[in-house]
């Protein structure tokens, strides 16, 4: 049995270890702790991933971690400490379901398991062996429960350590779009103003000028618009104005608007609307944003002369809406981000095609109020 002065001592070292290790060096170094602490031959953590366990360090055992060994849920005897969320003993590995193969060809008789938890729930499992037969006891099983509460905290240090480091990226690159983003109308503002002042203009110039001004302070406002709806979305201080609304007039009303912007690249854009589609409830105008942030990026990502088509159909009790377009097209590691806030495939590129990556975002927020989905479908970049 352990003495408490040995369990102080881990925990002791886990503490400061937490601190200042890498993920795979805390577990390596907790390990070896462990495993001489409890006078055992071997020892593992599996983490849960996907339904299953996998082995991700080992000490006497490295062959299980290299051999990519997974262990289903419920299965063997990882899988049912993890599933049965207790301790499990194995006296004699002969007389026992276990499953993987590597415990057996290593000579293992017996094995202690417990469970790794985080907030309540499993994430994995840490277990120690012996070569010899050992009857391990309900002290080993709560010293080596102790460990796996601390390998529980590091590994959510490392996990939050990681999101919070892309998120800062994230605003880093967010904050640079911004700037650059508002920057950009105002050129031609104060250069048409500077013209303005001069007083040398004719007629027509004078009404291009005012043109132009108007055009880019329009753009701009819409950027801050796009800017305070996210803030207040957050805030979830957001609210629909539902009532009856034909989806079919939000959705043309959104395509005569960038009809302009479609034939200035020479971008035909199709539509099919199901007329059975009538009256729906829903915020006509939101909606009719949702379509709009759709298919200005259909039209903004595809090249001149290429086509965007808009289908709205039903499907069971509800209906869909696809904008499809024959553009650049999305790769597939971006996918799972297209709907995140600041989210933009390729900084440059949208860097010169203008957009703060809020509109996705945007579009999903208000398609979930009215208890919609919404997803992307792309067959990869280029295609
Ligand atoms: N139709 C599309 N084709 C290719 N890429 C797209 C398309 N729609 C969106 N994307 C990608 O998703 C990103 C996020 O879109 P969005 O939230 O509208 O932001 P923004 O248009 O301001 O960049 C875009 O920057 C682009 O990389
Ligand atoms: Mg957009």
Known sequence: MPSVEAVRRLEAVTDTALARLSLEELLSELLLRVRSILGADTAAVLLLNGGELVPRVAKGLEEEVEAGVRIPLGRGFAGRVAAERRPIFIDDVDHADVMNPILRQKGI???????ILFEGK?????????LKRRLFDRHDAQLLQIVADR????????????????????KDEFLATVS???????????????QLRRRTLDPARTARALEVIDRSARAQARLVDDLL??????????????????????????????????????????TRLDPRIDLIQGDPDRLQQV????????IKF???????????????SHFELTVRDTGKGIRSEFLPYLFE?????????TRALGGLGLGLAIARHLVELHGGTIEAESAGEGK
């Open 302 to 316: 595809t090249p001149e002369g290429g086509r965007v088509d808009v289908v709205l159909e039903r499907v069971d």
């Open 151 to 170: 390998i529980g905290l590091g590994i959510e240090y490392a996990r939050l350590y990681r999101e919070a480091q892309e998120t800062s990226r994230l």
């Open 180 to 194: 650059h983003e508002l920057r950009t109308p105002l050129t031609p503002i104060l250069a048409w103003v500077s």
């Open 291 to 298: 379509m709009w942030n759709l298919l200005s990026n259909a």
């Open 109 to 115: 008789r017996s094995l202690l398991g417990v469970p």
């Open 122 to 130: 499993v994430i994995g499992v840490l277990h120690v062996g012996t």
């Open 229 to 270: 709806e996210v803030s207040r979305m957050i805030g979830g201080k957001f609210h629909l104005d539902v009532r009856p609304m034909r989806l079919a007039s939000a959705i043309e009303a959104a395509i005569e608007a960038m009809r302009p912007a479609a034939s200035a690249r020479n971008i035909r854009v199709e």
């Open 341 to 349: 806030r600041f989210r933009q495939a390729d900084a440059s590129v």
